[in-house]
């Protein structure tokens, strides 16, 4: 049986540069059975989709006058450094995000007051180490998200 994971999902906005970082679970499912996982994956992917619609018609548009068009920049499968990634979304974080040797979208992400004290838990977490991180990290101001959030996750305007 896979236990249930968190899935971290960065968006880039663009032409204007809004990020937002979703988080969601993965439900557990029985690793013998392809149609279980497939439907924790559908739940996951349906989850983002739901919050990430929620927030850009709620707070992106309210925010801000231009059309935009939404990438996945970064994804993360794994405990993140920091646990701010932890709490409650609904918020504007400084989060690090620092591409693995796997490529795009495989990222390590986590919060840290400095890109040292990033780096240096990265270090002292196996886990962190084996998805191959690649230095420098990159600090982006991320609106934070989750799905335990309730009913409007999307939060006050942008300033």
Excluded at 77 to 103: H, I, K, M, N, S
């Amino acid at each position: 049986m896979g236990s249930q994971t968190d899935i971290f999902r960065l968006f880039g906005y663009r032409p204007c540069g809004h990020d937002l970082l979703v988080r969601v679970v993965r439900p557990a499912a029985a690793n013998a059975g392809q149609g279980a996982l497939d439907a924790a994956d559908a739940a996951a992917d349906a989850a983002t989709r739901r919050l990430t619609a929620r927030w850009e018609q709620g707070h992106l548009r309210s925010g801000c006058p231009h059309p935009h068009t939404p990438s996945l920049v970064a994804e993360m499968q794994e405990a993140p450094v920091g646990e701010e990634l932890y709490g409650p979304g609904g918020r504007r974080l400084g989060v690090w995000v620092a591409r693995t040797e796997y490529g795009a979208p495989w990222t390590v992400l986590g919060t840290a007051p400095t890109e040292a004290e990033f780096w240096e838990e990265v270090r002292d977490d196996p886990d962190l180490l084996g998805l191959g991180p690649l230095a420098p990290a990159e600090l982006r101001r991320v609106y934070f998200v989750t799905d335990g959030d309730g009913p409007d996750p999307s939060g006050p305007v942008l300033p």
